[in-house]
């Protein structure tokens, strides 16, 4: 990213009494973009401190593992280029005159302002351990870093990643991109140790060792090896790993000093009421570098909610910040993870219930509950319900008993067919970093006229930040999102278009008669009358139709690697039609009687059902999402439930026939 010049607008008067932030980070553009929808006419000013754009610190692992370009980090600050009350300023605020309403920048300039907003996030932590001043030792909190730690990538042979969490996990990483051995150390007892419970973690780490990543927990780092470089890492336990680079990844500390200068009551962050004032009413503080209710939250999304409470208040508003939930949902090495609120038991007299669920894909599911309601819940792979299971822990709504028995048995609190974005309440959160909900998706739909990816985004920022919400915001469009053909989808068309015209033959046609004569050129009749016939006819439908049965284990099961899913699929819709034809030379249109008929409508309903999915998936390009979901749940969950007698009617009709 090249360096930029301060913008300087025009005019001087209507600057002294600006609103001036300090902090060009995601936070602080935040607050700016909600200011702008409450007081378009204000002036305002954005300080930031590094020779970059303003850019998203959030995708910063994207950056350094090439999965992502510098340029898709800018912030939009192009939509305030035509703004003549906005200034960016590439300037280092160095104090704050709050007596005088007033900061001063590193080349001694002065700005007057009638409120300020300091939004300065954090830094990385660094333990006071001997060997953090050598080359070779660096964090991972900006661009600066993440450009170092690149170049470094092209050098470094091994790695000693220092902290477990979030940032440290992805870290580990993106930094395996050159064929860099990598170690990672963790203090506490397993990794993400904040967020997962001991299972969870264990998953997680079984996932990065697979992944080529030493993982050492329990074991503090006691100090860096090197006289001017990096040699090793000395544990607590007395062992040396051998690296040439050490990545420290502990924690964050706030950006408070500006704030003690200026006499601001600061503890572990700047600290603020419910408002997000400072002890001075004209001085707000949002993000990382403020602690509310003696918590300070490192994560972008309470940011953001603080931003609109702070821009709110500032234009005579009556939002309150009571707090947020702590909320872990992103891709971490590639698995999701999901943890939310009070999931871990670490309180001996804390009476909740805990509840898991392991997936048949390996993944992990567990909820917390206290007193009917779910106070906490964490998750390892995907799970379609996060977003409603995220609105129930917020608004604190009550989880029955019912539900908990279908969470212990499947996983799931709500029926899969009840499940589309579109059921849910207009509370769920669908966006978690932009904390932007389905009602508002709903809204900016139905009444802004949104019907695309872009302009949903633009209108409600949704999918901007992490867009991991990408999937949920496709389905909630609905019809008006574009949706991609089946690769199949041609003959998936022609095949169950066969099956339904036999189908339909099968119902209109009346049943053959007997030949009346021996002598008759062509007798037909054999087929369902002759007993050799009618034996060739009914073991070969007996026989594909079990393999009919044994093709639907290809989607179950991962031993059965002969070919891809959408040929068996296809192989399967051909073998439908293929048991309609035999069966209409198996019976000769006749429908039979007691045993034999329900024999006859099971085979035609599960056809039915067949062509159903067929026509769904080979038209889920033109049908509406949610549309295509129903018929595809309609139709498998029919066809499965049908299957499951087929067997037993199958033998009935043999022991009949050979009985009788």
């Known amino acids: 990213m090249s360096e930029v010049q301060p913008k300087v607008g025009n005019g001087a008067d209507k600057w002294d009494q600006a609103i001036i932030v300090v902090g060009a980070g995601p936070v602080g553009f935040r607050f700016i973009q909600e200011l702008r929808k409450n007081a378009p006419q204000a002036p305002v000013i954005l300080f930031g401190n590094e020779p970059y754009l303003p850019y998203d610190r959030v995708r910063l692992s994207a950056l350094l593992a090439g999965q992502d370009s510098a340029e898709n980090l800018l912030l939009p600050l192009d939509e305030l280029d035509n703004d003549?009350?906005?200034?960016?300023?590439?300037?280092?605020?160095?104090?704050?005159?709050?007596?005088?309403?007033?900061?001063?920048?590193?080349?001694?300039?002065?700005?007057?302002?009638?409120?300020?907003?300091?939004?300065?996030?954090?830094?990385?932590?660094?333990?006071?351990i001997t060997g953090v001043d050598l080359e070779?030792?660096?964090?991972?909190?900006?661009?600066?870093?993440?450009?170092?730690?690149?170049?470094?990538?092209?050098?470094?042979?091994?790695?000693?990643?220092?902290?477990?969490?979030?940032?440290?996990?992805?870290?580990?990483?993106?930094?395996?991109?050159?064929?860099?051995?990598?170690?990672?150390?963790?203090?506490?007892?397993?990794?993400?140790?904040?967020?997962?419970?001991?299972?969870?973690?264990?998953?997680?780490?079984?996932?990065?060792?697979?992944?080529?990543?030493?993982?050492?927990?329990?074991?503090?780092?006691?100090?860096?090896?090197?006289?001017?470089?990096?040699?090793?890492?000395r544990l607590r336990d007395g062992k040396t790993l051998k690296c040439d680079s050490v990545l420290i990844s502990a924690g964050i500390k706030p950006n408070i000093e500006l704030a003690r200068k200026a006499w601001i009551k600061v503890g572990t962050g700047i600290r603020v009421n419910d408002s997000l004032q400072t002890s001075d009413p004209d001085v707000y503080a949002i993000g990382e570098c403020a602690e509310h209710r003696d918590k300070v939250y490192g994560l972008v999304a309470p940011g953001f909610e603080q931003a609109a409470v702070a821009a709110n208040h500032m234009t005579q508003g009556d939002s309150q910040y009571l707090g947020s939930h702590s909320i872990a949902r992103l891709k971490v090495v590639g698995e999701s993870v999901f943890s939310m609120g009070d999931v871990l038991d670490d309180q001996p007299y804390d009476k909740k219930q805990f509840f898991s669920y392991k997936t048949?894909?390996?993944?992990?599911?567990?909820?917390?509950?206290?007193?009917?309601?779910?106070?906490?819940?964490?998750?390892?792979?995907?799970?379609?319900?996060?977003?409603?299971?995220?609105?129930?822990?917020?608004?604190?709504?009550?989880?029955?008993?019912?539900?908990?028995?279908?969470?212990?048995?499947?996983?799931?609190?709500?029926?899969?067919?009840?499940?589309?974005?579109?059921?849910?309440?207009?509370?769920?959160?669908?966006?978690?970093?932009?904390?932007?909900?389905?009602?508002?998706?709903?809204?900016?739909?139905?009444?802004?006229?949104?019907?695309?990816?872009?302009?949903?985004?633009?209108?409600?920022?949704?999918?901007?930040?992490?867009?991991?919400?990408?999937?949920?915001?496709?389905?909630?469009?609905?019809?008006?999102?574009?949706?991609?053909?089946?690769?199949?989808?041609?003959?998936?068309?022609?095949?169950?278009?066969?099956?339904?015209?036999?189908?339909?033959?099968?119902?209109?046609?009346?049943?053959?008669?007997?030949?009346?004569?021996?002598?008759?050129?062509?007798?037909?009749?054999?087929?369902?009358?002759?007993?050799?016939?009618?034996?060739?006819?009914?073991?070969?439908?007996?026989?594909?139709?079990?393999?009919?049965?044994?093709?639907?284990?290809?989607k179950r099961s991962k031993a059965l690697k002969l070919g891809s899913y959408k040929l068996w699929r296809s192989l399967h819709t051909i073998l439908a039609l293929l048991c309609l034809v035999i069966l209409l030379a198996h019976t000769g249109f006749n429908s039979g009687q007691a045993l034999n008929q329900w024999l006859l409508i099971n085979f035609l309903l599960l056809a039915g059902l067949g062509i159903v999915i067929s026509l769904a998936i080979g038209m889920q390009h033109k049908l509406s999402f949610n549309v295509g979901q129903q018929l595809r749940s309609i139709g498998f969950w029919g066809h499965l439930l049908l299957s499951w007698p087929l067997p037993a009617l199958l033998s009935f009709h043999i022991l009949s026939v050979y009985y009788f």
């Open 360 to 554: 048949k894909d390996g993944g992990y599911r567990k909820l917390a509950i206290r007193k009917g309601r779910i106070v906490g819940a964490m998750a390892i792979g995907d799970w379609d319900e996060i977003p409603r299971i995220q609105e129930l822990i917020t608004h604190q709504r009550r989880v029955y008993t019912w539900q908990i028995l279908r969470f212990r048995f499947t996983g799931n609190l709500w029926n899969p067919a009840s499940n589309s974005p579109e059921n849910w309440p207009e509370t769920a959160v669908i966006c978690n970093c932009n904390n932007v909900t389905r009602g508002q998706l709903s809204y900016a739909m139905d009444q802004q006229g949104c019907c695309t990816m872009e302009t949903i985004a633009k209108c409600t920022g949704a999918t901007t930040t992490c867009g991991s919400c990408k999937p949920l915001v496709q389905q909630i469009l609905g019809s008006e999102a574009e949706q991609q053909a089946a690769p199949d989808s041609r003959n998936l068309l022609i095949t169950s278009l066969g099956v339904l015209a036999a189908l339909i033959a099968y119902l209109m046609v009346p049943a053959f008669t007997v030949s009346t004569s021996v002598q008759d050129s062509m007798r037909l009749d054999l087929f369902w009358n002759d007993g050799f016939y009618k034996q060739v006819t009914g073991f070969t439908l007996l026989g594909l139709t079990v393999v009919g049965l044994l093709m639907s284990l290809k």
């Open 84 to 128: 003549p009350l906005f200034k960016y300023l590439c300037k280092e605020i160095v104090s704050i005159d709050t007596e005088n309403h007033s900061v001063t920048d590193s080349e001694a300039n002065h700005y007057s302002y009638a409120k300020l907003v300091i939004a300065t996030g954090s830094r990385a932590h660094v333990p006071h």
């Open 136 to 233: 070779g030792v660096f964090t991972f909190r900006n661009m600066r870093d993440a450009e170092k730690l690149k170049a470094r990538t092209t050098r470094s042979q091994d790695l000693v990643v220092v902290g477990g969490g979030l940032l440290g996990l992805e870290a580990a990483r993106a930094m395996q991109g050159n064929m860099t051995n990598i170690t990672l150390v963790q203090q506490a007892s397993r990794i993400m140790n904040q967020q997962l419970d001991d299972e969870a973690a264990v998953m997680l780490q079984s996932q990065l060792e697979s992944m080529g990543i030493r993982v050492i927990v329990g074991a503090g780092v006691k100090g860096i090896v090197g006289d001017q470089r990096v040699k090793g890492v």
